[in-house]
């Protein structure tokens, strides 16, 4: 039906956006690697490998995140919002946690991993490892991003949840790739990402903060329409 439409917008477009965002991403790094000693083939294959590494740490953010969203839709229905902004910032810290995993993982012990999935030449070993330090460098506040659109999806505001979805992949991260580029070369697109995911991020914890200011001036007001004994 159509709220089970809406309300699954923002998953549906998101999913679409990372296909486009990787397309985008493959055609810069072979085009821009061509010009440079990696060639397109050592680009390529490394942003392969860095892009299933995160994928596999963002597959647990989104998991936290979406757990948590039933919790959060029941207590804003029942005008509960002290607790829906206590399970908003559990599922946050334990994002973080994932997350400060992974950077510590993607900064400190990047080779490590990479091995995981074979070995290279001097070359790709080179860029493999430069691509996951800056593509990844931001990787600290993902979960800020994804947990807030399933924020705004669990209490009915699909829009702003969409809106959150589309900030770091198509308002940010596709320009920045296009763009960077033409003044960087190929590390150009490396650093679209950390900036896309800053940029998201901060844009998240502003459309949060203004929900938790509304929910708060709702408690304030259920507070004083209690009648007194």
């Not at 900064?107 to 990479?114: A, D, M, N, V």
């Not at 691509?131 to 702003?160: C, E, P």
């Not at 590390?187 to 900036?195: D, E």
């Amino acid at each position: 039906n159509i709220t089970t439409l809406y309300m699954g917008t923002s998953s549906c477009v998101n999913q679409i956006a990372i296909t486009i965002v990787q397309i985008v991403l493959n055609h810069s790094l072979t085009y821009y690697g061509a010009h440079t000693i990696y060639g397109e083939d050592i680009p390529l294959a490394a942003c392969g490998v860095v892009m299933k590494t995160n994928a596999i740490l963002l597959s647990i953010i989104v998991g936290i995140s979406q757990g948590v969203q039933p919790i959060i839709g029941y207590n804003y229905g029942a005008g509960k919002y002290t607790r829906l902004k206590k399970a908003y910032l559990l599922a946050l810290k334990w994002n973080f946690c994932v997350s400060a995993v992974g950077f510590i993982l993607f900064q400190f012990c990047p080779k490590l991993i990479l091995s995981i999935f074979g070995s290279g030449n001097a070359l790709y070993e080179e860029f493999a490892v430069l691509f996951m330090r800056t593509f990844l460098l931001m990787v600290l506040v993902n979960g800020v991003q994804l947990l807030s659109s399933n924020l705004f999806t669990a209490i009915d505001k699909a829009s702003k949840g969409l809106l959150l979805s589309l900030t770091r992949q198509v308002f940010f991260l596709i320009p920045l790739i296009l763009v960077l580029p033409l003044k960087f070369g190929l590390f150009g697109v490396l650093l679209a990402g950390p900036i896309a995911d800053f940029i998201a991020f901060v844009a998240s914890v502003l459309l949060v903060w203004r929900e938790f200011k509304r929910m708060n001036r709702l408690e304030a007001f259920q507070s004083q329409s209690i009648p007194t004994a």
